[in-house]
């Protein structure tokens, strides 16, 4: 397991013993982004949740395979309803495959469709499509949570990176600073309440 990088050789694996050593590879230029930012005072909080919870990930046997990492619709080339392409592997890791699942459950389905009623259907179709391919290891919804606080931290990068060109009003940009941090908070105690049952 583990990211790829470049050599004069071409592209060689930096492995890693445990799949959550992996994910904090892809994840801590995210966190170290958001230092000089207006997130920098949550980074201890995250690396703490990250350290506290990351057994969650490592706690489970699987056959790493090759993780896109970025799997949404812009990355996909469709004809005729079918899927003929994968493109942008730039960002590719080996880990488990449910991690582009819950990639793909958030980017198609959480984020499109505006109604719990609307996305759990799809979100069924979802995953029993992925059912077909393979079986979901037993504390997939437990990963998932963690996944999610994961690409919470994305987003609280893309924001402090890109913000300026979205909003100009410093109140509104407060709000939303806010906003994310609540998120990241609230998953950081889903994360907790997930250790307690």
Known sequence: MGNFYH???GLKLEEKEVWSDALFDSMGHHLSGLEDTVFGSIIDEAENAFENH???VDDTDFEPVLVHEDFRPGNLIVKDNEI???IDWERAL???SEYDLFKAERDFIDLKFRTEKTREKYRGCLIDGYREIRELEEGWERRRE???FIHILQ???VFADK???WIDDPEEIEKAVEHFKKK???QIQQLKEIEQK
Do not use: I, M
Request: glycine residues 4%; positive net charge; charged residues 40%.
């Open 7 to 9: 050599t004069e050789q």
């Open 54 to 56: 990351r057994h969650l």
């Open 84 to 86: 003929k392409a994968v």
């Open 94 to 96: 080996v880990g488990h």
């Open 146 to 148: 963690f996944y999610r």
């Open 155 to 157: 987003d609280l990068r």
């Open 163 to 165: 913000h300026s060109e």
């Open 184 to 186: 990241l908070r609230d």
